[in-house]
Structures are given as C-alpha cells and as structure tokens.
C-alpha cells in the first residue's frame, strides 16, 4: 500500500525485506514530503513496477537494501536497469552492514546513484534521495533533448526529400506531430494564394475541414505574416481558428510557428492545440520554431519550381497545337495527345507536330533530354525549325540531320530523341526517319501489331543518320507515335513495357481516337514524365 498518499512530493519506492526499516525509512520521507511506496522483496518491486508502468505513475527514485531474501539489491538493480522503460529510475542502496569499497564500486557499477550506510541521519536520507531524483530528471530531460534534436534532423531530411508542396506539407505535419506529440496541421501558401495543407497521419479523413476553412487559415496567414521576418510564435483562439484541423469536430486553441520564405511572399505555418504543444514544454517550441525555419527553406526551390512549371507548360500549350487547332490535313486523320507529368517539379521537353509538305504529311513526334526550363523553350526551337524546314524539304532522314546540326550550333549540351514519319495520304506511302526515339507502332485491323524497323542516332550527337524506313499503310492501318513518358516506369526494362504497350494497342477499337483513349487508360495514370501520343490513319 502508499504511505502518505496525500503527499505532493517525489514518490519514493523502499525496498527492504526488515519491517522495522521500511517503517523507519517511510517515516523520515514522509515527513519531508515524499510519498513512499513500501515492498519487502525485489520481486515485490519487479511486480508493483510492472503495475505502475502500466497506469503510468513510476515512483521517481527507488531506496534498495542490498540485503533482500530473493536477490541482492545489486541484482535488482541491474535488473531495472535492463528494462528500457525503467532504465532512467535513479537508485539509491542502503545497507546497515559496515560499507566496505567493494559493496558501493559495486552499487554505483550496477547504475545506482548513491550508496547509505544505515542508520543514518534523516537529512542524509533526505539529501541522497533529493539528489537522486534531481539526476535522474536532469538525464532524462537530456535524452528528451536528444530524442526531440533526432527527429528534428531527420525531419528536416524528409522535409529536403519533398518533391512537391504537397509532400512537403504533409512531411511536416507528420514531424510536427512527433515533435509535439499531439495533432498537427501544417499551411504553405503559395505566390498565387493557392493553399497547401498537410495533416497529420494520426488525423482521420473523417469530417475534413471545409474550403470556408481553408479560406479562414489563408487569410489569417496572410495578416499574420505581413512584413514578418524570422519566426513568430503566436496563439489563435478558438473562435478564430477553424474546428476540425487537429481532430474531426472538435475546437482548439492553436499555436503556430509562422515564417515566410527569403522573398517574403509565401507563408508558411505549422500549427498544433495549444494545450498539446503546453505539455511538451518550451523546447517543443524552440525546436518547434527550428522546423518552421527549414520548412520555409525547403519551400523555395519547389516554389521556383512551380513557377518554372508554369511558364514551361504555358510555353508548351501556346506552342504545342490543341486537337482542335491542327492544321486540316486531307487524306488523313490524324488525333494528339498531350499530358503533363503529375510531379509538380518537373518540366518536361515532349512535343509533337502535324505538317503538310509538298510530298504528304509530316507526322513528327520527339522529346528533349532532361527536365527543366530549358528542356521547354529548346523543344520550342525544335518544332519551330522543323516547320521552317519543311517549307522546301520533306526527306525525314533530311530534316532529322538538318535538326541534329541545329542543336549542334545552338545547344551543344542538349539532346533529344524525335521520330518523323512522311505519310502520302494518296498511296499510303510512309517513310520513317527515327533518331533515338520509341518506333512507330503499325495497328493493323487484324489485331496485330508491330513497331516499324526504324532507328538512329540521337540529335545532337552529330553522328550520321541511316536512309529512312519505308512502308505502306492500308487503309484500315493506323500508325502510333508516343514519347516514352507513356510507358517508362522505373525499374521496368523499356522492351518490356515497350510489349505491353503493343499489346494493349493491338486489342483498342478501331479508329485513331480509341487508340489514343485506350492507350491513356491503360498507362497514363500518374506518370513521372510528360506524355506526348500522335495517332493517324489514312481516310476512306
């Protein structure tokens, strides 16, 4: 049973197998304010710790006699001292024998914190158990510290690996979490005021805050963060910050490390209840204040990202011809497809083009080496000087060294991939001129397909390119043309997917429209590089 449990101080466990001493002992300490928990053996303190782990009230410091009828006190130490959960217990022993050096190198070997000879004077009793404790709470306030200083560096980590504001958002929140350990939400908002929100994994997808929400939290970030430099640390009550964030239903206080990144334009905020982030303690916060700091570092690049993204896909969609705006081409149906990547961060170099020369239709298909900015504005130049091209040569095998000799003068670093095919919509007649692309594929209405034997060297490598392929084209035949963002996927070898592409061609229904559709059904599903797809077919 407790002595004393009305006590406010320490609880101390004594463990002494004499009745007279335990009292004794239980006497002293309570008079000084501890509450004493009493057992007579150490597998009596090995149970009644099992039980107080479980309800969570661990004494602070246990006083061992060295002499117990089942173990030693040295043992029983060792013993707790093996238990991860009981590790930190300081250990003070007790012994009314005469102290030898042995017995106490032994205790402190053992990891007690202090060694009495009994009797001793009750300020000494008082002392050594204060001082145990204080030891004890010091070496676990710094493992705490270092527990709390490793998830924050292998959060900033994650937080560095995001490769969208999205997975950003949702890395902090989760570090968030674990920092403080209670519910977090984290906000980044961008240069075009768009939203991103990150939840904890602990929050269920039950009840999820509403865009009225989503709106409340923008505009606050908004007027908190005006001219803000560094990190603030400021509450929002209840009534101002909207339920459901931490918990579905429920209202909080909120506690928010806000920041903005260098150019002061994107804010950024990791919010958590105000009474969960209390019971961390104020390092929480500090450490708290340190994430919001790299979250807002690890913002920039993605938000430099994102607005090259938009220019590329702006640059890409007024360059690229919608199905709608393609030039009319007679004899032939010709059905593109164009869809970007679904990684925000990267910018892809696909293109496509449909030209009519003097000697048929210039299909043309290709793609730049490379993700980036560059990759767009180069592909630009690609389309636009094969179109300048074709105004007095339709030879593909011409027009791909007349594009490999263009990248050469103006691009010595780049490279790209592109494949031409020259239909006469009166014979069928196609040529194929292919510099390191995927090769057209041939859908027969047999159901059968096969790619076209045609290959070569990539532009820009100024290596010389073969004679053309040349085929013919039934009326019901229809020729394909993808970049490999359809069908690459990592860890895949390219022929294989390269098969099941042929496969899944070769089982779509009839007509150049039901090609393309099936073919983005099957494949087009959050693809990590941009899709550019050209399918035509010779009209009756």
Not at 221 to 240: D, E, N, Y
Request: aromatic share 4%.
């Amino acid at each position: 049973m407790d002595v004393n449990d009305k006590q406010t101080g320490t609880t101390v466990l004594v463990v002494d197998d004499v009745a007279d001493s335990r009292y004794a002992l239980a006497a002293v300490l309570s008079r000084a304010g501890h509450r004493v928990v009493p057992v007579a053996t150490g597998y009596e303190a090995l149970t009644e710790l099992d039980i107080r782990l479980r309800k969570g009230n661990v004494p602070d410091v246990a006083l061992i006699d060295v002499n117990l009828p089942d173990m030693s006190g040295f043992e029983l130490c060792r013993r707790l001292k093996e238990r991860p959960r009981m590790a930190g217990l300081p250990v003070v022993h007790c012994s009314a024998g005469a102290a030898v050096p042995r017995d106490r190198c032994q205790a402190l070997d053992e990891g007690a914190e202090a060694y009495l000879t009994m009797p001793a004077e009750p300020e000494a009793i008082e002392a050594a158990v204060r001082a145990a404790v204080r030891a004890g709470r010091m070496r676990a306030d710094g493992q705490a510290q270092v527990r709390r200083l490793t998830l924050l560096s292998e959060a900033i980590v994650t937080i560095q690996a995001a490769r969208s504001l999205q997975e950003l958002a949702d890395a902090a929140a989760d570090a968030t979490a674990r920092l403080t350990g209670s519910p977090a939400a984290v906000f980044v908002l961008d240069h075009d005021d768009k939203l991103y929100r990150g939840l904890s994994r602990d929050r269920t997808s039950v009840a999820l805050p509403d865009e009225g929400a989503h709106r409340t939290v923008a505009g606050l970030l908004r007027r908190l963060t005006r001219a803000q430099s560094g990190v603030q640390i400021t509450t929002v009550p209840a009534p101002l910050w909207p339920t459901g964030f931490f918990r579905p239903g429920v209202q909080h206080d909120a506690r928010l490390a806000l920041t903005v990144t260098q150019d002061g334009k994107a804010p950024v905020c990791l919010a958590a209840p105000t009474r969960g982030l209390r019971r961390a303690g104020p390092e929480a916060e500090a450490l708290l204040a340190r994430l919001a700091q790299a979250t807002a570092l690890a913002a920039e690049p993605l938000l430099m990202y994102q607005v090259e993204r938009h220019v590329a896909l702006t640059l890409q969609h007024s360059f690229l011809p919608q199905p709608h705006r393609l030039p009319e081409l007679p004899g032939l149906d010709v059905v593109v497809r164009y869809v970007p990547a679904s990684r925000e961060t990267e910018i892809g170099g696909d293109f496509y083009a449909a030209l009519r020369t003097r000697e048929g239709v210039l299909a043309a298909v290709g793609d730049v080496v490379g993700h980036s900015l560059e990759a767009a504005t180069v592909m630009v130049e690609i389309r636009h000087a094969l179109r300048a091209y074709c105004v007095d040569e339709s030879d593909p095998a011409v027009l791909a060294e007349r594009l490999d000799r263009m990248l050469q003068h103006y691009h010595p670093d780049v490279t790209a991939t592109v494949c031409l095919a020259l239909v006469d919509p009166d014979t069928g007649r196609t040529r194929i001129a292919n510099a390191g692309h995927i090769p057209p594929l041939i859908i027969r209405d047999t159901h059968s397909a096969d790619y076209a034997k045609a290959g070569g060297p990539l532009l820009g490598l100024g290596l010389p390119h073969p004679p053309p392929t040349e085929l013919f084209l039934e009326p019901t035949d229809r020729l394909l043309m993808v970049t490999d963002g359809l069908i690459e996927t990592r860890g895949t070898d390219l022929e294989v997917s390269m098969e099941h592409l042929r496969a899944a061609a070769s089982g779509s229904l009839p007509g150049p429209d039901a090609l393309c559709d099936t073919l983005l059904a099957c494949f087009g599903h959050e693809r990590e590089d941009d899709i550019a797809m050209l399918a035509l077919q010779l009209k009756n």
